[in-house]
């Protein structure tokens, strides 16, 4: 019994290895998925906490743009020292942009920054414009109204639904046809088509939403991130619970069909003590006989002829 259990125990152990195995897989797996979970879900607060510096440090900027403009003599050297800082950070948050966990939300975020580069083009010529135009800023203000529009316009196709409905009612809004009569009219050097007040409030609201349109996109692109760190760890979770659970039911299984399988067990030889047989009272034991004393003999011979 004792051979047979230890041959059981032996096999039983033998099985168990496989189980071991996958039991230590699925441990390894589930710590590499809840790793890159919890990765995926920090790269998505810290993209969500850049934009939101860059947002306010580029909304910064262009105050401190349009006020050092007001100086005729710093105009150039403050449009262009204030337009490269602005360019920077835009540049910066471009660079997290490009490090996301996917393609998708390293898509949506890139968009997200180039809605932000419209906005702060659209603020650029407002600022020239503002400012005053020459001879030499027109060119500028010329350049930096058709960089926004075609940007704009080429960034729409990547746009949400509810982005490329914004886009829609913006761009057919009376706000927007007036900014682009007066823009159209600083390019060609003409009087300006609507009162000065009622550009500076399209201005305005144009800005606005473009901001707007931009911040939508950016809040779309981190949940997006958010919301793959939420499945990676809940696949992590869901991957490692199923193998833990395969491998203690590979456990039970083993476990069963070596308790079933029969073992040869070697015989192992014992003696037998038999059972004395009775002899009948009246049968008498014969008597050993006494040994021959011819070796006696001889050795007392051999002594006598010495």
């Not at 051979?3 to 996958?22: D, E, H, K, T």
């Not at 449009?79 to 490090?99: K, M, N, P, V």
């Not at 350049?143 to 914004?166: F, I, K």
């Amino acid at each position: 019994m004792k051979y047979l259990r230890s041959v059981r125990g032996r096999m039983l152990g033998i099985a168990f290895i496989p189980g071991g195995a996958l039991v230590a897989v699925a441990l390894v797996i589930a710590i590499l998925l809840i790793h890159q979970a919890v990765r995926t879900r920090d790269t998505a607060v810290e993209t969500a906490a850049a934009a939101d510096r860059t947002a306010r440090a580029v909304v910064a900027l262009q105050a401190e743009r349009s006020a050092a403009m007001a100086v005729p003599e710093q105009r150039s050297a403050a449009y262009a020292t204030y337009t490269q800082r602005i360019e920077s950070a835009i540049a910066g948050l471009r660079d997290y942009a490009r490090h996301a966990p996917d393609a998708e939300s390293a898509c949506q975020q890139t968009t997200a920054v180039e809605l932000l580069s419209v906005a702060e083009g659209m603020d650029r010529s407002d600022s020239l414009a503002l400012a005053g135009l020459d001879n030499v800023t027109r060119g500028s203000f010329t350049s930096a109204v058709a960089s926004y529009r075609t940007e704009l316009a080429r960034v729409v196709p990547q746009l949400t639904e509810s982005g490329r409905m914004a886009y829609d009612s913006l761009t057919r809004s009376a706000e927007w046809s007036r900014l682009a009569a007066t823009e159209n009219a600083f390019t060609a050097a003409e009087p300006l088509p609507v009162p000065e007040p009622t550009w500076r409030s399209s201005s305005y609201a144009v800005s606005a939403q473009l901001g707007l349109l931009y911040t939508q996109q950016s809040q779309y692109a981190v949940q997006l991130t958010l919301d793959d760190g939420r499945r990676t760890l809940a696949g992590a979770l869901a991957a490692g619970t199923a193998l833990l659970l395969f491998a203690g039911l590979l456990m039970v299984v083993v476990r069963r069909l070596v308790a079933r399988v029969p073992v040869p067990v070697v015989p192992i030889m014992v003696p037998t003590v038999h059972a004395a047989i009775p002899r009948p009272r009246h049968a008498r034991s014969r008597r050993p006989g006494l040994p021959d004393p011819w070796p006696l003999k001889a050795v007392f011979d051999d002594l006598r002829r010495r």
